[in-house]
């Protein structure tokens, strides 16, 4: 591939940096280029390097290729095009893997444990790659929901010059048959959350087998990442606006002959970092935080976010809470119409401007963005902006203007009560209400809630508590993406309410509260609910209250601690550890 590819209007790194006079292999070269390190070269060598290449600069290019999950799929092709790319910039690219596990297959199973604790395990194993290989620089190629903030840690802790390359996002599926019940015809879009909504639809008897299988046979049309504003898109859309990955790297499909050219050009810009010096924590700033926080709360991305950006905070030593992004979205409005609350997909946002436009039009019409803020390019996002095309509100409804929004404050909301006396994380976009006064139905195991929804126990008024799910808990915070896909799917997305101390996908949709801490599993109030007590959410006021008697609360908590401390869902292994480590959600669910 051509060295002047373009990538939409990005300058070249070429034209703003020269490493002729600049050492590029400091870190390598101590291996490298020291007599006394004759083992190590000994061992380069072995492996296909040749002198010359012992004077070069390398990149430990993290792969977080995996064949069993489409986000992943292609990211091992995204890694030799990045090699490709370092060898034509005379940087020396050398590959390795780490884990992965797929949110999407995981959900609703004991594998979903694994999710969140994966993680912190990227870091661990890219941390770990990066500082004992001494790699002079890492380029990233992350896709799925915790590859982006695994991969944003490490770099906040290794510090090395790094760039994150984004796997991209999937297509949209094309339903074959008309599902005329549910308002769906032959060729209209479906997507993963679809997938998971036809339970619902089927268990109620609102469409039948073969349109079930429609759904799921089509949702996922090849490689890429879950395609709407869910946890993936809304973290790549975190690292471009944090200043880690290039321009347009969070809105180009898996699948877009860019990508490619993306993965080309990142040694370019990598051998200016190197050449500058400029490294993850010159990048990671409290302007640049609250960069991502105003994005994500535009663009109506995943309360994942919440959990993420702290953990990646802390990282970098960058003081951040929960109550900052309150403080943000009371000033921020929610302008993108995408899914799963809304009706497009993020290929649908890349085609008219991507995450650029949408950073450039707050730029120059709002003060919700701070455009001194370094990037990955070594130019400040503010110059990285210049040259991109403005959002036209004339030819597009994907982005809202600013004097219509879809909702005026953004969609994240902390609330505290008697129910989460530290704090929980609700997604209300505007369209479920404000408000719910429901009865509690309480579940310890996801598995009992399905046979109650098909049971019909699940109604209008019902306020569905799942607990013991949080990070000590479930263990690993699980994600209760069945349980809002099954409730939507039976038309009770607007009659009933669902709080957890476990986490939601950025696909679930509805008056959905998650992050409730304390967790049930250290004794917070969530533990000692039962069914039919009465439950209050206000979004306006951002109250969460347990509406019984304080001697009824008591009286509860006597009865919990009379049963003793619950025991441990596994005593040995990663998950054993896990829960010895982890902080509560509300600081990020950190683990070192």
């Known amino acids: 591939m051509s060295t002047e590819v373009e990538i939409h209007a990005l300058k070249k790194s070429s034209d703003v940096a020269s490493s002729d006079d600049v050492k590029l292999n400091k870190i390598s070269s101590l291996l490298t280029e020291d007599k006394a390190r004759g083992g190590a070269q000994a061992m380069l060598y072995a492996v296909g390097l040749t002198e010359e290449d012992m004077h070069k600069a390398q990149i430990g290019i993290a792969s977080l290729w995996w064949e069993g999950n ?5 990211l091992l092709d995204l890694a030799k095009k990045v090699k490709e790319g370092c060898e034509g910039e005379g940087l020396l690219g050398l590959t390795f893997n780490t884990i992965g596990v797929s949110d999407g297959m995981t959900m609703g199973t004991e594998g979903m444990s694994y999710s969140l604790p994966s993680r912190d395990i990227i870091a661990d194993s890219i941390e770990t790659v990066v500082m004992a290989q001494h790699y002079d620089g890492n380029i990233c190629i992350p896709s799925c929901d915790k590859n982006m903030p695994g991969c ?6 290794h510090n090395r010059p790094t760039i994150m390359i984004y796997g991209g996002t999937i297509q949209a599926g094309r339903r074959h048959l008309d599902c005329p019940s549910m308002g769906f015809k032959k060729g209209d879009t479906v997507n993963i959350a679809d997938a998971f909504e036809s339970w619902g639809a089927y268990t109620t ?6 349109e079930r299988m429609d759904v799921v046979r089509h949702a996922c049309p090849g490689a890429g990442s879950c395609g709407g504003m869910y946890t993936a898109n809304t973290m790549s859309s975190c690292l471009e606006a944090l200043g880690l990955s290039l321009p347009y790297s969070s809105s180009i499909s898996a699948t877009d002959p860019a990508k490619l050219q993306e993965c080309y050009r990142a040694a370019s810009y990598m051998k200016n970092l190197l050449a500058k010096d400029i490294k993850p924590r010159d990048i990671l700033s409290r302007k640049s935080f609250d960069n991502a926080i105003a994005l994500t709360c535009i663009l109506g991305g995943s309360t994942n976010a919440v959990l993420h950006l702290l953990a990646i905070a802390r990282a970098a030593d960058i003081p951040l809470t929960v109550d900052d992004f309150q403080a943000i979205a009371d000033r921020t409005p929610y302008l993108a119409d995408l899914r799963p609350s809304g009706k497009y997909m993020m290929e649908d946002l890349n085609k008219v401007g991507g995450v650029p436009a949408v950073l450039k039009y707050l730029l120059k019409n709002t003060n919700l963005i701070h455009g001194d803020t370094l990037t990955v390019t070594g130019k400040t996002l503010a110059e990285n902006l210049q040259d991109v095309p403005e959002l036209d509100f004339q030819s597009q409804d994907v982005v809202r203007p600013l004097d219509d929004p879809i909702k005026s404050t953004g969609h994240i909301c902390i609330l505290r009560g008697s129910l989460a006396p530290d704090s929980a994380v609700a997604k ?3 369209k479920e209400g404000l408000r719910f006064e429901g009865s509690a139905k309480c579940f310890d195991v996801e598995a009992d809630f399905y046979k109650s929804l098909k049971a019909g126990e ?10 013991y799910q949080g990070p000590k808990g479930g263990p690993g915070m699980p994600e209760m993406l069945g349980p809002t896909g099954a409730i939507m799917g039976a038309g009770l997305g607007d009659k009933t ?9 950025g696909a679930s949709r509805g008056f959905i509260i ?7 599993q250290l004794g917070g109030p969530i533990a000692l609910v039962e069914d039919g007590d009465k439950i209050l959410v206000d979004a306006q006021t951002r109250k969460i209250e347990w509406l019984v008697d304080d001697a009824t609360k008591e009286a509860r908590r006597d009865k919990w601690r009379q049963m003793g401390e619950r025991p441990l869902k596994v005593k040995r292994g990663v998950l054993f550890r896990y829960i010895r480590d982890v902080a509560p959600a509300n600081v990020g669910a950190y683990c070192d």
């Open 428 to 430: 209300i976009t505007g």
């Open 497 to 505: 309410c669902l709080i957890t101390d476990g986490r939601f996908s």
């Open 205 to 210: 008897s609102k469409i039948s087998e073969e």
């Open 458 to 467: 699940i109604t209008a008024g019902t306020v569905v508590i799942f607990r």
């Open 514 to 520: 998650g992050h409730v801490t304390p967790e049930a």
């Open 152 to 157: 944003a840690i490490a770099a906040a802790r």
């Open 70 to 74: 489409p986000c992943n799929v292609h």
